[in-house]
């Protein structure tokens, strides 16, 4: 068999040239990372940045956990983003894909899209589940911001809407959470 008509054992012409004006991944990663903290709303990005900038936050968070095949999270989210705009100074709002993340949103015990957790201090404060319509999304935001503004509230009762009580089946998602991390 000649060479000619034989498999050739070099690669193709062209492909390890660099492309045209690629950037140096040092600085992909650099910009990759700006666009995650920019804008009124943080993507998580792993276990650390929740903790880092979810749980050890000085001012409450809103955490939107949603996936990409979710349609009421997809509808949810400009409202998110609104809420985001306009509240931003004063309560911080981040998003998770659970899909991105498995093992944080097992965690947390999301076992419903979306779901909006509420923390301030590494505590869980309140949580949503399902699909919310901009004007129960806006009242709940209002209501964690009077919570802020006060001294610390007294803690719910089992009936209450706003907090729900721990259970045997979900003993872990009310309280802290920092543990989870190794926070020590």
């Not at 492909?15 to 804008?39: E, F, L, Q, Y």
Request: with cysteine; proline share 7%; glycine share 6%.
């Amino acid at each position: 068999m000649s060479k000619k008509s034989g498999k050739n054992s070099k690669s193709k012409k062209g492909t390890n040239k660099p492309r045209k004006n690629s950037m140096p991944a040092s600085k992909r990663m650099a910009s990759k990372k700006a666009k995650v903290d920019s804008g009124p709303v943080l993507t998580i990005q792993s276990s650390a940045h929740f903790e880092q900038k979810v749980l050890q936050s000085d001012k409450p968070y809103v955490v939107d956990f949603w996936a990409e095949w979710c349609g009421p999270c997809k509808a949810m989210a400009p409202v998110f983003k609104q809420m985001a705009e306009q509240h931003g100074e004063e309560i911080g709002f981040a998003k998770v894909d659970t899909e991105r993340l498995p093992k944080l949103a097992e965690r947390m015990n999301i076992r419903s899209l979306p779901t909006l957790i509420a923390f301030h201090e590494g505590e869980v404060v309140d949580v949503k589940i399902g699909f919310l319509s901009p004007r129960i999304i806006e009242k709940w935001v209002l209501k964690l911001k009077k919570r802020n503004t006060k001294a610390p509230a007294p803690t719910a009762d089992a009936s209450s809407d706003e907090v729900a009580a721990p259970t045997a089946s979900n003993p872990g998602l009310l309280g802290k959470v920092k543990g989870w991390f190794g926070a020590a």
